[in-house]
């Protein structure tokens, strides 16, 4: 199973995560892990902020036995969040599925841009599980 994972660092990134852990097994699957900076709605001077999300969320990777160029990949994006998500999707799969967090951790990023999950909930041509901070997770798949 080839698992996608969009995370931005949120608690909803961070329980998306966890759900990933649930779900595929490092043995045997390949997680990519990828984050986008948005220079629209992210300072100019925090140019590093993906790079330390990214690291942060591949050291705990590490932990569940992936390692980084055999079985994870990760990889800032740079650009509009849903279309990098998107043309990731299309140009790095094929994926299984995308796991997403629910909500970012910006509401005025929400405001501007609208809700990613949510876009990709109608978007994604992949089954997307989009997972609360709580842990719950609903599942929208292309094909239903």
């Known amino acids: 199973m080839k698992v996608l994972l969009s995370v931005d660092g949120s608690q909803s990134s961070n329980q998306a995560l966890l ?3 649930k779900t595929i097994d490092s043995s045997r699957d390949i997680l990519d892990i990828i ?4 220079f629209r709605t992210s300072p100019p001077q925090d140019v590093d902020a993906g790079e330390r999300i990214l690291l942060e969320y591949v ?3 590490k932990d569940q036995g992936f390692i980084l160029d055999n079985n994870l990949n990760a990889q800032v994006l740079h650009g509009d969040v849903r279309n990098e998500i998107i043309r990731y ?5 094929p994926f299984d599925r995308i796991m997403v967090g629910s909500r970012g951790l910006n509401p005025f990023k ?6 990613v999950s949510e876009y990709l909930v109608h978007h ?3 089954p997307v599980y989009v997972v609360k901070s709580d842990g719950s ?5 292309p094909a239903s």
């Open 124 to 126: 994604s041509p992949i």
């Open 137 to 141: 997770c609903k599942v929208s798949d």
């Open 35 to 38: 984050t986008v900076d948005n």
């Open 19 to 21: 759900e990933a852990f």
């Open 110 to 115: 929400k405001l501007i841009l609208g809700s």
């Open 59 to 61: 050291e705990r990777c």
């Open 89 to 93: 999707i299309k140009e790095c799969g």
